[in-house]
């Protein structure tokens, strides 16, 4: 139910920036109809959740790598699907994470395909690591591209943090609309350095980035309050995003710390819980 009432309300939003559009073009003439569905919303929502997670995947993978976390004594992220290979080229080391025609995480994530991280060595405490994409597929969507990141041993608040720039392409089951995304996102880990299990990992994301549909759509994203995310959690658990849209401005609330699938949307005022998914 909470999700057919943010859908409605999403409608209306976008439906009120139609209606205020249609009528400045009256005075106006060079002003453009726009108009913007729940469905492109509900689009970029999801398209925010898939880049988080196959981020951490990625980011995990090359911690695990470098602090040795599928020993004996570490508990991995990737299970035994899991195939990774390390291959030395001059002074880079090759990351190949291989998750073949379907591998479920530890996390309970389904992905396939692999991804490719090439990284040279630690130089005044950082390291700087590309990464690409290969026929990646994340809980049934697609994943291309890449970009890098640097990352940090430890930044001014003694924590491991990467800062990331990113350039990808997801495409959606059963819709020929697919979506890039640009933008920069920092995660700072906070929680659960070195304990040897990815369980306890706590992360703090800020950023911004830009998303663009193949239909037109399109949608800036600013972290407002930081995005806090439970590697153990499927959801971000707290933060606030504020979004832009034809230069009207909204808000997504993640919420207050607990692992739920429950978000506010905010728009002129008014808040209207939904349900993630």
Same mark, same amino acid.
């Given at each position: 139910m #909470?999700?057919?009432l943010?859908?409605?309300?999403?409608?209306?939003?976008?439906?009120?920036m139609?209606?205020?559009?249609s009528?400045? #073009?009256?005075d106006?003439?060079?002003?453009?109809?726009?108009?913007f569905t729940s469905?492109?919303?509900?689009r $970029?929502?999801?398209m925010d959740?898939? $880049?988080e997670?196959?981020f951490n995947?990625m980011? *995990?993978?090359? %911690?695990?790598n470098?602090?040795?976390?599928?020993?004996p004594?570490?508990?991995?992220l990737?299970?035994?699907? &899991? *195939?990774? /290979?390390?291959?030395?080229q001059?002074?880079?080391?090759l @990351?190949?994470?291989?998750f073949? =025609?379907?591998? /479920?995480?530890?996390n309970?994530?389904?992905v396939s395909?692999?991804i490719l991280?090439?990284?040279?060595p630690l130089v005044?405490?950082?390291?700087?690591?590309?990464?690409?994409?290969n026929?990646?597929i994340?809980? =049934?969507?697609g994943?291309?591209?890449?970009?890098?990141?640097?990352?940090e041993i $430890?930044?001014?608040n003694g924590?491991? *943090?990467?800062?990331?720039?990113?350039?990808i392409?997801?495409?959606?089951?059963?819709?020929?609309?697919t979506?890039t995304?640009?933008?920069l996102?920092v995660?700072?880990w906070?929680?659960?350095?070195?304990?040897g299990t990815?369980?306890d990992?706590?992360?703090y994301v800020t950023g911004?980035w830009?998303?663009?549909f193949?239909n037109g759509?399109?949608? &800036?994203?600013?972290v407002?309050d %930081?995005?806090v995310?439970k590697l153990?959690c499927p959801?971000l658990?707290?933060?606030v995003?504020? @979004?832009?849209? =034809?230069?009207?401005t909204?808000a997504?609330d993640?919420?207050?710390g607990e692992? =739920?699938?429950q978000a506010?949307?905010?728009?002129?005022?008014?808040?209207?819980?939904f349900?993630?998914?």
């Open positions: #909470k999700n057919i943010f859908r409605f309300f999403v409608t209306l939003f976008f439906g009120g139609f209606l205020f559009t009528c400045d #073009k009256e106006n003439e060079s002003t453009e109809e726009v108009n469905d492109d919303s509900a $970029a929502a999801k959740n898939v $880049a997670g196959t995947i980011e *995990q993978a090359f %911690v695990e470098e602090t040795g976390g599928r020993g004594n570490q508990l991995s990737f299970p035994d699907c &899991t *195939q990774i /290979t390390v291959s030395i001059g002074n880079n080391v @990351v190949l994470v291989d073949g =025609d379907s591998c /479920t995480l530890n309970g994530n389904v395909g692999s991280l090439d990284y040279g005044g405490g950082t390291y700087t690591v590309n990464y690409l994409y026929d990646f994340f809980n =049934d969507n994943v291309s591209g890449g970009g890098d990141f640097l990352y $430890a930044n001014q924590n491991p *943090q990467s800062t990331l720039n990113e350039s392409t997801v495409s959606f089951p059963n819709a020929t609309v979506g995304r640009t933008g996102r995660s700072e906070v929680e659960g350095v070195g304990s990815w369980l990992n706590v992360y911004n830009q998303t663009e193949t759509f399109e949608r &800036t994203g600013e407002t %930081v995005l995310r153990s959801f658990v707290s933060g995003l504020q @979004v832009t849209q =034809d230069g009207l909204a997504i993640f919420g207050d692992c =739920d699938n506010v949307f905010i728009y002129n005022g008014q808040e209207y819980p349900i993630m998914n």
